[in-house]
Structure formats: structure tokens, C-alpha cells
């Protein structure tokens, strides 16, 4: 099974702040991850999709990029609606997994 | 617009079995290429994915929990249901179902059901 490794697992950010997360696979999955976005007592969002597609509807100010086993995500502003977990999932094959979480705190 | 939503009880005793089911609408588990599958999050940890059905009734478990675990669908009433056996209190957690596309990003959610495990 693939494993799935986020850092940090906490960041303490500000408004306005470009914020990078970074995910590492235990094995190539080429192109094959994603990133949600997840507040407390909601469903995850889908933010990006095959590594660095953005889901319709979601800011531009989120970009993802990597292949093989390292990817980030970036918040290029970070905004107050931002503040929230995020995780990233494969799905290269089943069993997909999910990183243990990065969750964006205020500073 | 795509919806889904679980449904099922809020408490389960030890032992017994789990049985949710996802309701959704706005698309077909007929159509080619259209998978649902159920993850599930314990208080405060990370999310864990259980299992997926494919629109051609292709079945896919977490290997750890793949003896507990049955995953259904009635394309007539557009639901997927999960079966989980032999509940554990560690098995408490929020349940969700969520649409699968192909690449296998998940892009709507149900708002999740929170099952407790206790007697």
C-alpha cells in the first residue's frame, strides 16, 4: 500500500502569507494526487486534482505542482476563509490513502 | 447539481453491524466511468478510505478492513450501501460518501454521519 507523508502537520500563519505544503508518496504514483480542503464539522473540498488542476469554482490563488512522489500545494495570499486542514490523497491505485493532514492555524 | 447524502444510526453497540447508506443525485451509477466510494474520520484524526463500487459493480475495500466491510448499490433508488461488521468503539467516527471521478479525485462530498460505538 501507498504511503502517504504531509509537512508541516501545523502552521502557524498570517493573512496575506504564501503558504507551501508538501506531500511525499512512499512510492511513484506519477501524477496521480490530490488535495482537499477540510473546516471543522464540514466535508472536505476538493481544491486540485491530477497534481495541479484546479477544481471549477475554487480560487486561483491555490495551485498545486510535482509528479512521482513529491508534491506541494501553495496558497499564493492567503486569505481568512483559508484557515482550515488540508490533506492530500492519492489515487494511483486502491487502497487510495490520505496524508495525516496539514492544518493552517492563525497567528 | 450533484448531491449525496448519508444516512443511517447514530449509535451502535459493540458487535453489531453498521449498515449506512448514501443517497444521491445528479448523475447515474449506470453511467460509464461514475464510481461512489465511503471514507471515514475518527474525532480529530485524519481521513481513512474504506471502499468503492464502480458503475459496473466492481467492489474495491481497504485491505485492513475488507473482512468487515460490504459495499452495494441500487441504481434504481440511486444509493450505495455499507455494511460493516463486528463494530468496535475505535470504529467511531463521522462516515462520508462521496462521488469518485475518473483519476479518482472525489469531488462532491455527503455532509457525513457521525456513528458512535458504545453500549
Known amino acids: 500500500d501507498i504511503q502517504m507523508t504531509q509537512s508541516p502537520s501545523s502552521l502557524s500563519t498570517s493573512v496575506g502569507d504564501r503558504v507551501t505544503i508538501t506531500c511525499r508518496a512512499s512510492?511513484?504514483?506519477?501524477?496521480?494526487l490530490n488535495w482537499y480542503q477540510q473546516k471543522p464539522g464540514k466535508a472536505p473540498k476538493l481544491l486540485i486534482y491530477a497534481a495541479s488542476s484546479l477544481q471549477s469554482g475554487v480560487p486561483s490563488r491555490f495551485s498545486g505542482s510535482g509528479s512521482g512522489t513529491d508534491f506541494t500545494l501553495t496558497i499564493s495570499s492567503l486569505q481568512p476563509e483559508d484557515f482550515a486542514t488540508y490533506y492530500c490523497q492519492h489515487s494511483y491505485n486502491t487502497p487510495y490513502s490520505f496524508g495525516q493532514g496539514t492544518r493552517l492555524e492563525i497567528k | 447539481q450533484v448531491t449525496l447524502k448519508e444516512s443511517g444510526p447514530a449509535l451502535v453497540k459493540p458487535t453489531q453491524t453498521l449498515t449506512l447508506t448514501c443517497t444521491f443525485s445528479g448523475f447515474s451509477l449506470n453511467t460509464n466511468g461514475m464510481r461512489v466510494n465511503w471514507i471515514r474520520q475518527a474525532p480529530g484524526k485524519a481521513l481513512e478510505w474504506l471502499a468503492r463500487i464502480d458503475w459496473d459493480d466492481d467492489k474495491f475495500y481497504s485491505p485492513s478492513l475488507q473482512t468487515r466491510l460490504t459495499i452495494s448499490k441500487d441504481t434504481s433508488k440511486n444509493q450505495v450501501v455499507l455494511t460493516m461488521t463486528y463494530m468496535d468503539p475505535v470504529d467511531t467516527a463521522t462516515y462520508f460518501c462521496?462521488?469518485?471521478?475518473?483519476?479518482?479525485?472525489?469531488?462532491?462530498w455527503g455532509q457525513g454521519i457521525l456513528v458512535t460505538i458504545s453500549s
Open positions: 512510492q511513484s504514483i506519477s501524477t496521480f
Open positions: 462521496a462521488r469518485l471521478r475518473n483519476g479518482g479525485h472525489m469531488d462532491f
